[in-house]
Structure formats: C-alpha cells, structure tokens
C-alpha cells in the first residue's frame, strides 16, 4: 500500500513538474517563437528572438549612454529622436517604418504608417491601450480609459475647457505671472547677472496650474503638484525598464518608493477633494435656505465636482466618476499641462 501511494505522489510530481516547464519553456521560447513568426508574415521587421533576453542589453545599453545627452545640440533642429530615445530611432532606423523589438519574451511593435495607426485608433475594442503598471502608478484617468466610458469622462471633463470657464482662469494665471516677475526683478537688480531661468519658469507653470486646479486650496495644490514631480522623476528614472513588464514584478527599492510616493499624492489629493465637497454642500444649503442659485466654481476640482453631480442627478447613478476618479483628472491636467507649458515658455 506505501509503495502505491508513493507511486501515486511520484506521479503526481512529475505531472505538476512538467506542466510548469511546459509552461516556462512556452512563455521563455516557443510562444515568442510563434509570435515573431507571425509578425513577419504580416510584413513587420526586427531582431531575432533571443532566449528570455530578447533586445533588451541592446536597450539598456543605448538607454544609459551619457554620450547621447552630455554634450549640447549641435543645432537648434526637430531630430532628437537619437538623443532622447536612441533605442527606438535604432530600430526603425534599421527595420523601418512596421518593425518591432523584445523586450524580454515580449515583444514591442513599432509602426509609423499613417494609414495603419488610423486603423487601429479607429478599432479601439480590438487594440486596446496599453497600460503601463508604472505609469499607472503616475496617472490614470481619461489616457486609459476606454470605449463608453471614455466618452462619460469626456461628457463630464468638458466643461472645464468652455471658454467662459477659461476666461475665468485668466486672473489666477495673471496673478502667478505678476508674482514671478516681481520676484526675478528683485533677484536680477541683488545680482546683477544672468540667471537661470528654467527653474523659475518650472515654478511658474506648478504655480499656475496649481491655482487653476484647485482655486482657495493653492498652497494645498502646491504641496501635491511637488509630490507629483518626484513621483514624475521616479518613473521616468526607471529609463528602458520602464518598458519592460517583467521588471515591475520584481521587489525593487525603486518599485516601493513609486508605490509609496503614489499612495501620498492620492492621499494628498483627497483631502482637497473631501474639504471641497464639504464646502461645496455647505454653500448649497445656505444658497437653499437664502433662497438664491449658487455661484458656479471656476477652478478645475470644482467644475469637475459639479460637473458629476449634474451627470449623478440625471439619473446616471452608475456613471458618475469615483472620488478616485476625480484624483486622477487632478493629476493627469498638472501631467498634461505643466511639462508642456514650461517647453513652450522656454
């Protein structure tokens, strides 16, 4: 009878055992194998397949060449393709315009055909958006969203751009611009030199944005939209590895303080959120019991408030954006707006 059941737990060994090398032999060679096959056949380009580390010595390797960054422009010019992301240009480079590259036992398909980035914009349930679990950590909100839902968050956001609510956003941009010259002009008549501008003009766009988002709770905003940066500079700090889905399975220093710095914005965030919803129902109340309408917000956090009320009271219980929601539109309008208003400024 032992001698059965050992045979019976010996059995059963060897069926898990070579299931699960199976299953890393397929997921490490046979299944990229297959895929890279596929891909040639519909016209795309690229390295062969490596066993489980595919391009990726080649990526780091471009990735961290100080050379690319530590001497100036040659010229003022559009290509910097090479310089800002030389793995990507060496690709296409030498692979064209439908090419791809491995990362690890996946791969990344690379297309810059107009007419096929139309097709697969327009077919939307077929490619999904890709969802970085790094870059989740850094924003969410209306980038990822997809089909339905993201029209929901459009229908809600909108408002928030019409241009009287715009104009309305005028005098908080005017008061960060007239501060921030007040301020280069003392430091210019104590100094007397040239002074770098860059971080002055990062700090006027946080600033402004900062009002515009979330009105009376400025300094609130500031103290967000500076946690925001560094959780900014920590996933961009990732460099190549930010592409590649394995890494962030892996424990790493580098994945806490992300995970960690992630969890303080939002907590940051909510706050602001809850105390505005507290005013906005003591306003009302008061507007109720005065008998007069409400004056209507003009910073983004209130318009977005109101804005799903009014989705919420028209009967769509179950479409109006989360308190999580709301935290993630805060964030992505400072991500979206402040890298490419400073640029602009510059």
């Known amino acids: 009878m032992e001698m059965l059941y050992n045979t019976i737990a010996v059995s059963f060994a060897v069926v898990i055992v070579s299931t699960l090398v199976c299953k890393i032999l397929n997921w490490v060679w046979f299944r990229p194998k ?11 380009s690229g390295n062969s397949y490596k066993l489980l580390i595919g391009d990726l010595i080649q990526v780091v390797a471009h990735s961290f060449m100080e050379a690319n960054r530590s001497e100036p422009l040659d010229n003022l010019s559009n290509h910097i393709s090479p310089r800002i992301l030389p793995f990507l240009y060496k690709t296409i480079t030498a692979h064209g315009k439908k090419s791809f590259l491995w990362l690890g036992p996946k ?20 490619f999904e958006r890709p969802k970085n679990p790094a870059m989740m950590e850094m924003v969410r909100g209306l980038v990822v969203c997809e089909a339905s839902r993201w029209s929901m968050y459009r229908r809600i956001i909108n408002p928030a751009f019409h241009v009287e609510k715009l104009k309305a956003m005028v005098p908080a941009f005017y008061a960060t611009s007239r501060e921030m010259i007040e301020k280069l002009d003392n430091i210019v008549k104590a100094e007397g ?10 700090i006027l766009t946080s600033d402004a944005i900062a009002r515009v988002a979330f009105g009376s709770n400025f300094e609130e905003g500031r103290n967000i939209f500076d946690k925001l940066s560094k959780l900014t500079k920590l996933v961009t700090g990732l460099g190549p590895f930010l592409f590649v889905p394995q890494y962030w399975s892996l424990p790493t220093k580098m994945k806490w303080k992300i995970q960690e710095t992630s969890r303080e914005v939002r907590a940051l965030v909510r706050g602001v959120v809850e105390k505005r919803m507290k005013e906005m129902m003591m306003r009302g109340e008061e507007a109720v019991a005065a008998g007069t309408c409400t004056t209507s917000s003009s910073d983004l ?17 179950n479409k109006g954006l989360s308190d999580d929601d709301v935290i993630e539109e805060c964030k992505l309008f400072y991500l979206a707006g402040q890298e490419s208003s400073t640029n602009l400024i510059a």
């Open 107 to 126: 791969p990344a398909v690379l297309i810059l055909e107009p007419e096929m980035i139309k097709e697969i914009l327009a077919n939307y349930q077929d």
């Open 34 to 44: 297959r895929v890279e096959k596929v891909l040639r056949q519909q016209g795309f």
């Open 301 to 317: 956090l209130g318009i977005l408030l109101e804005s799903n009320l009014n989705e919420i009271e028209s009967g769509n219980t």
């Open 193 to 202: 030199s040239e002074v770098d501008l860059w971080p002055y003009v990062d």
